[in-house]
């Protein structure tokens, strides 16, 4: 992106405006209209962000310039664009329902894509139903044991779309900490749990682990316990080892990274919480995201449009993190989703090529909703020394009609959190605020903390109900605003090769941890905590 000629007149152009005031922006009536985009149910305000039409043409020149649309469409056609791992990328053909033809090494991979989601179908069916039973009777709960993208999307979204659950109970157990797996099992009925261990290798540590207590747990109960186990993964060999018959292993390709994975096996969990018809309403919605990003100009694509707003944050204005805010308290979750989807596929140092990047890599994501929010770290993002852009989510609508009382004062918040963050407070309206109570120096002393800086920047993505659709619109516009900014950044968004050195690290401490190897060789502070342990654990 350095070598670009846009980069140098971003950053030139980004001097000065940064001073400038966002309210200053909407002085043009259209100011909103123009720097807004739809795309079906969703609207994306950007406006209130110091984004002017200059910096909006070169953001839009620098993805022409990055080859966004060659590489978009390279994705779609799935040519092998991660290349560290020589995969095609390929999460997209999980959710296109009614497409055409999507060519592997010379082969259309859509037949076993709904061949495998018909499997799906009527395993999630015959759980829903009673046709499959635990020996206990019919399943009334099911534990999805995973972690990373084998967790975080079904976890997501089965708290995304509650209202819509009306099959068994589902929970969730990803740390190694045996608390997760513990707290989660007291209560349940063996005799009618459903176990899916969901891990697209079927090595990771933490999910075989956790996999092999749940077996424990329920073989003390039940006579065949693999027989309440299903698995999803990418090796049959590893699962049919674990015992899990076929029939209930629901596979997928390498060509679907596991922070990409929900809208197939993985997203198994999903299916059976609210049925096939909801889950098929998901990955529509997510297939008519697929067909505006890869067909809508630049200038209104809305995932180009989002990446853009970030690269100018993040790489051009160097606001190191990014604050996801749902006003929607289903979407909870969605914050630690986006973290791994983000962080994991564009917190990288290194270019395609091999070379340093020389630029920052992407932001540190984080949030939680609002108005819980407000009344925790908001404080910092209106008037601490930093900033830091904040992503506003919201619904024009909730699921509980006799609560829309509920419902305006969360839209009211989430609206006046963008306000107060643009307009902030000048000192004059301080003084104001505390005349009469104070006077002379101490007025102004007490004035000065009531400043509010303003002029700090949102973007705020409004729809008009949380449904299996609209998440799965917002769930693909995220995908592929990751995927346009790893584009710009040159970097490969698909591997993770930075989580590999705490996982081989571990495996090394595993022994000693046990007290059955020495800490000798390690540094003294592993050694001094590796002695505190075995000194301490009773
Ligand atoms: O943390 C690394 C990672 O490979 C993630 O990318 C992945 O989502 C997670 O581990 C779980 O992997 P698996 O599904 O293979 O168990």
Not at 163 to 178: E, I, K, L, M, Q
Not at 287 to 305: C, T, Y
Not at 485 to 496: A, P, R, W
Not at 504 to 515: D, K, N, Q, R, W
Request: net charge negative; proline share 5%.
């Amino acid at each position: 992106m350095r070598s670009s000629p846009m980069w140098a007149d971003l950053q030139e152009h980004a001097k000065g405006v940064t001073d400038r005031k966002i309210t200053e922006l909407f002085e043009k009536p259209a100011r909103a209209a123009e720097f807004s985009t739809e795309f079906d149910q969703l609207l994306f305000d950007y406006s209130k962000t110091n984004i002017d039409d200059t910096a909006r043409d070169m953001l839009l020149k620098l993805a022409r310039e990055r080859n966004v649309a060659a590489r978009r469409d390279a994705m779609f056609a799935g040519d092998k664009i991660n290349e560290t791992e020589t995969r095609a990328v390929l999460h997209t053909a999980l959710r296109n329902l009614d497409g055409g033809p999507v060519m592997v090494d010379g082969e259309d991979v859509m037949p076993g894509v709904m061949d495998t989601l018909a499997r799906m179908e009527a395993f999630a069916g015959d759980v829903r139903s009673g046709r499959f039973t635990g020996q206990g009777g019919a399943i009334t709960d099911v534990v999805n044991i995973g972690i990373g993208g084998s967790d975080l999307g079904p976890v997501m979204a089965c708290a995304a779309l509650s209202p819509y659950a009306d099959g068994p109970r589902t929970h969730f157990v990803s740390n190694v900490d045996g608390a997760d797996i513990a707290d989660t099992l007291r209560g349940l009925n063996p005799e009618t749990t459903l176990v899916i261990v969901a891990s697209k290798t079927f090595t990771t540590i933490e999910t075989m682990t956790n996999a092999r207590t749940a077996k424990a747990w329920m073989s003390e109960r039940v006579s065949d316990p693999a027989a309440q186990f299903a698995a999803l993964s990418t090796s049959d060999e590893k699962t049919a080892a674990f015992g899990i018959d076929p029939s209930r292993v629901f596979g997928f390709e390498d060509w679907v990274g596991g922070r990409y994975s929900m809208w197939g096996p993985i997203g198994l969990s999903i299916m059976i919480a609210i049925g096939a018809d909801a889950f098929r309403a998901f990955l529509r919605g997510a297939q008519a995201m697929d067909r505006h990003f890869r067909s809508a100009e630049f200038h209104e694509n809305m995932p180009v449009l989002l990446a853009l707003v970030g690269i100018w944050h993040n790489q051009v204005l160097g606001h190191a993190t990014r604050a996801v805010l749902p006003y929607d308290n289903r979407l909870i979750r969605l914050p630690a989703y986006l973290q791994q989807l983000e962080m994991e596929s564009n917190g990288k140092s290194v270019s395609m090529h091999g070379a340093d990047l020389p630029y920052d890599s992407g932001p540190v994501v984080w949030g939680e909703p609002g108005t819980n929010g407000q009344h925790a770290f908001y404080q910092l993002i209106h008037q601490g020394t930093r900033v830091i852009p904040c992503e506003f989510l919201v619904a024009a609508e909730g699921h509980e009609p006799d609560l829309a009382h509920h419902h305006e004062l969360l839209v009211a918040n989430c609206l006046a959190q963008s306000e107060a963050l643009m307009r902030g407070r000048t000192p004059d309206e301080a003084r104001e605020k505390v005349r009469g109570q104070f006077e002379g120096e101490e007025l102004e002393r007490q004035a000065r903390h009531r400043v509010f800086p303003g002029n700090r920047p949102s973007t705020t993505l409004i729809y008009p109900k949380l449904t299996p659709e609209v998440l799965g619109q917002i769930v693909a516009l995220y995908e592929h605003r990751v995927f346009v900014e790893g584009v710009i950044l040159g970097i490969n968004s698909y591997d993770q090769w930075g989580v590999e050195l705490g996982k081989e690290l571990a495996t090394a401490l595993g022994p000693i941890v046990a007290g059955e190897e020495s800490a000798e060789g390690k540094d003294g502070s592993t050694q001094m905590l590796v002695e505190y342990v075995l000194k301490n654990r009773g």
